[in-house]
């Protein structure tokens, strides 16, 4: 598992005499409620992410824009979020990467389109100077790239004043490690081997290269290249249970079972008893199974399988597998 999804709200009430404390608290206490509402509407439209079932908006492609990318296409950009021909505001923010939290959507506010395509600041129900609410994604979703027009129309800077906040300080290779590992968090491993493979060549001994520029490449379907560069990493660091996971996974994917189950095992081998490494022993003992029934091995297949049965936490992926349709 990689990320969660993380809320944050930041709230920017002003000071007040002590006299006014209990209308400052509940003035703190209605930005707070509203806040958690939006949020909850932020996340049901950053979720969204099949560009190819979302309805046609006459009113943004009349205004210049289209529900046509994903979030990790929208570093350092202004975005609306996904929204429904029906619904009359827009929601808009802007999408950047934070060196700490990784990619981030910070909530700016509301818009309207008239009849000739043109943008208009709607009402904020969160006011700027009372809190700034920011989203952590974990999901590619879609949105929709603002164009220079709703930049001018809106008032909004190409970057925000407060942007200088998130400038990354970090050397130039630990940069690309860094953005390799959110570009690979948000799911886009493709634009993640760019700074991966930079920062591998530089200095391939840099802190979390390897296993990143591994799962880079097995997301992307280059195994082979997974295993070259996981390897002799993993000869030098053999108790490090994830490079051991994605070099199985390589394996697998390139049919090489006899390679695969060995690997495989080896990683069973390294899984704790916690809730969370039961839930990565049992997908390990299905895939075991699998690459026993793929050689032909029945006896070795159904063992692993009822070893990844007995593992699975309930509520775990290889749980539900066999226990279809139960309530959690």
């Known amino acids: 598992m990689r990320r969660v999804w993380i809320l944050v709200v930041c709230l920017t009430t002003s000071s007040f005499a002590a006299a006014q404390d209990s209308s400052k608290k509940a003035v703190d206490a209605q930005t707070a409620a509203v806040a958690k509402q939006i949020s909850s509407e932020l996340l049901t439209a950053v979720q969204h992410s099949n560009v190819g079932d979302i309805a046609d908006d006459p009113k943004g492609k009349l205004a210049g824009f289209r529900y046509d990318v994903h979030m990790s296409d929208c570093e350092n950009?202004?975005?609306?979020?996904?929204?429904?021909?029906?619904?009359?505001?827009?929601?808009y923010g802007f999408v950047?990467?934070?060196?700490?939290?990784?990619?981030?959507?910070?909530?700016?506010?509301?818009?309207?389109?008239?009849?000739?395509?043109?943008?208009?600041?709607?009402?904020?129900?969160?006011?700027?100077?009372?809190?700034?609410?920011?989203?952590?994604?974990d999901q590619n979703g879609i949105a929709a790239l603002l164009p220079t027009r709703a930049l001018t129309q809106l008032q909004l800077p190409q970057r925000p004043d407060w942007m200088k906040y998130y400038e990354d300080k970090a050397d130039p290779v630990t940069h690309n490690v860094n953005w390799g590992f959110f570009y690979?968090?948000?799911?886009?491993?493709?634009?993640?081997?760019?700074?991966?493979?930079?920062?591998?060549?530089?200095?391939?001994?840099?802190?979390?290269?390897?296993?990143?520029?591994?799962?880079?490449?097995?997301?992307?379907?280059?195994?082979?290249?997974?295993i070259r560069v996981a390897k002799s990493d993993f000869a030098k660091n053999p108790k490090d249970e994830l490079l051991c996971r994605e070099i199985a996974f390589a394996y697998l994917n390139l049919k090489n079972y006899k390679e695969a189950i060995g690997q495989h095992q080896a990683c069973v081998a390294l899984c704790g008893d916690s809730e969370s490494q039961m839930a990565e022993k049992s997908e390990l003992a299905m895939n075991l199974g699998s690459a026993y029934g793929a050689l032909g091995d029945t006896a070795n297949r159904n063992a692993w399988l009822e070893k990844a049965k007995a593992w699975a936490p309930k509520g775990s992926p290889v749980y539900k597998y066999f226990h279809p349709g139960e309530e959690q």
Do not use: C
């Open 77 to 91: 950009r202004w975005v609306a979020l996904y929204h429904k021909p029906e619904e009359a505001d827009y929601t």
């Open 96 to 137: 950047y990467i934070d060196p700490q939290a990784g990619f981030t959507l910070h909530y700016f506010g509301m818009f309207t389109i008239d009849a000739s395509g043109n943008y208009h600041v709607a009402p904020n129900p969160i006011p700027p100077d009372k809190a700034s609410l920011k989203i952590r994604l």
């Open 184 to 226: 690979n968090d948000i799911g886009d491993s493709q634009r993640a081997l760019g700074f991966l493979e930079s920062a591998y060549n530089e200095r391939p001994d840099a802190p979390r290269v390897v296993f990143e520029l591994t799962y880079a490449y097995n997301a992307v379907g280059r195994p082979e290249d997974a």
